[in-house]
């Protein structure tokens, strides 16, 4: 059985740090690119960062370039996002999810990041 679990997410002032995990179970970890995506309130669901299955090329949403960092680490699992200089905008359900080939097949259910002014 498949398993996508965030974690990390909570209330943060602007400008302020979190950083966000993800474990993963149930499938072949490092032969799927991971991916970090949002949705806030209204809005539609955005990518955020994604990085290759061995970690050697990572991409960011303009929005977020310079002030967050995707990783991961094969040996355990895991995906992480730091997120720093934290903004309003950013607040929004933060979903690691995972890619074969040419889709993300593989979800988490998400955790919260709200920013407050």
């Known amino acids: 059985q498949v398993q996508l679990a965030e974690s990390g997410g909570g209330l943060v002032q602007t400008g302020g740090s979190l950083k966000l995990s993800c474990t993963a179970s149930?499938?072949?970890?490092?032969?799927?690119?991971m991916g970090w995506f949002r949705q806030a309130p209204q809005k539609e669901r955005e990518f955020v960062a994604s990085?290759?299955?061995?970690?050697?090329?990572?991409f960011y949403a303009d929005s977020v370039k310079g002030r967050f960092h995707i990783s991961r680490d094969n040996a355990r699992n895991t995906v992480d996002l730091q997120m720093n200089n934290l903004q309003p905008e950013d607040s929004a359900l933060y979903y690691c999810a995972a890619k074969w080939r040419t889709r993300y097949d593989y979800w988490g259910q998400g955790t919260q990041v709200t920013v407050s002014s």
């Open positions: 990085i290759t299955t061995t970690g050697n090329f990572t």
């Open positions: 149930g499938y072949t970890f490092n032969n799927y690119i």
